[in-house]
């Protein structure tokens, strides 16, 4: 069993920026895909960005610029910097780790973006 719990998300203002945090625990396989999605209010969930346990990153292209992934392999933590954050930004971000047969979600952190 895998264990996903986000963190660092709040209110920032437009033009700022936030960095979210993905820490994972338990049963951890050497191979897996991380990934951060986010569900803005009245939509449906939606990809930001993944990446690999070699460090391949993939973004949705509306994103290509602001945001950008990282990711800890020896903490197993997986960070999400968001820039020039724009009230559209606003969602409840989550954090996906998905190994060769199961997929593990976390609870989801809000960002609010907001003058």
């Known amino acids: 069993q895998v264990q996903v719990v986000e963190s660092g998300g709040g209110l920032a203002q437009p033009g700022g920026s936030l960095r979210l945090s993905c820490a994972a625990s338990?049963?951890?396989?050497?191979?897996?895909?991380a990934g951060w999605y986010r569900q803005r209010p009245g939509k449906e969930r939606e990809l930001v960005t993944t990446?690999?346990?070699?460090?391949?990153?993939h973004y949705t292209d509306t994103l290509t610029g602001r945001f950008t992934i990282a990711r800890d392999s020896a903490n197993n933590t997986v960070y999400l910097n968001m820039n020039n954050l724009k009230p559209e930004d606003t969602a409840v971000y989550y954090c996906?780790?998905?190994?060769?047969?199961?997929?593990?979600w976390g609870p989801g952190t809000q960002v609010t973006v907001s003058s």
């Open positions: 990446i690999t346990t070699r460090h391949t990153a």
């Open positions: 996906n780790i998905k190994t060769e047969t199961q997929s593990y």
């Open positions: 338990g049963n951890i396989p050497k191979d897996f895909l």
